[in-house]
T-cell receptor, first 111, second 113 residues
Framework: KAGVTQTPRYLIKTRGQQVTLSCSPI?????VSWYQQTPGQGLQFLFE???????NKGNFPGRFSGRQFSNSRSEMNVSTLELGDSALYLC??????????FGSGTRLTVV | GENVEQHPSTLSVQEGDSAVIKCTYS??????FPWYKQELGKRPQLIID?????GEKKDQRIAVTLNKTAKHFSLHITETQPEDSAVYFC????????????FGSGTRLQVQP
């Protein structure tokens, strides 16, 4: 079956702009989580969605938001970008009894 | 919520030796403990996981042990090979009954040929 698909793979944005990242989970997976990965901070949890509902949110400012659609696809949005938002953003999906499967990520560079 | 600590942060072994990475967790109700391997420039991939109803699980050269009393679990890699070089992350559920995971800080394993 197809894996977790994240688009785009790379993004370069300017400070102050906003960005939307997309994640299509494995077919049948209803749980989607987002993580920010930076060299010094490891994998930091952003949010978890299940059946269009946000079930958990990490310690990130309100500039970070997300949503999940009825087909389980998820988007995350970052507004008013800062240099420190440069990171690899990973999406992971999970189904009943399955562990997490990660997408390849979106590498965001803020200049 | 769960807190996961992972040690060591870096580990260098000679090819053929064993490697052990340890993690501790805080929530005694946690019941699922996966390990992920992330090679340079690639996504984290699940390599093995264990549930709280068993104490050990093996898959070829990889094994995971769980000590619920002490609240720690370990990854064991035997007969290491250069392709085992990667960053390894342990994880546990963020909250009881939730799928979202909290990850350890990672261990960079270097296998010297």
């Amino acid at each position: 079956k197809a894996g977790v698909t994240q688009t785009p793979r790379y993004l370069i944005k300017t400070r102050g702009q906003q960005v939307t990242l997309s994640c299509s989970p494995i077919s049948g997976h209803r749980s989607v989580s987002w993580y920010q990965q930076t060299p010094g901070q490891g994998l930091q949890f952003l949010f978890e969605y299940f059946s269009e509902t946000q079930r958990n949110k990490g310690n990130f400012p309100g500039r970070f938001s997300g949503r999940q659609f009825s087909n389980s696809r998820s988007e995350m949005n970052v507004s008013t970008l800062e240099l420190g938002d440069s990171a690899l953003y990973l999406c992971a999906s999970s189904g009943r009894g399955d562990g997490y499967t990660f997408g390849s990520g979106t590498r965001l560079t803020v200049v | 919520g769960e807190n996961v600590e992972q040690h060591p942060s870096t580990l260098s072994v000679q090819e053929g030796d064993s490697a052990v990475i340890k993690c501790t967790y805080s929530d005694s109700a946690s019941n699922y403990f996966p390990w992920y391997k992330q090679e340079l420039g690639k996504r984290p991939q699940l390599i093995i996981d264990i549930r709280s109803n068993v104490g050990e699980k093996k898959d070829q050269r990889i094994a995971v042990t769980l000590n619920k009393t002490a609240k720690h679990f370990s990854l064991h890699i035997t007969e290491t090979q250069p392709e085992d070089s990667a960053v390894y992350f342990c994880a546990a559920p963020m909250d009881t009954g939730r799928r979202a995971l909290t990850f350890g800080s990672g261990t960079r394993l270097q296998v010297q040929p």
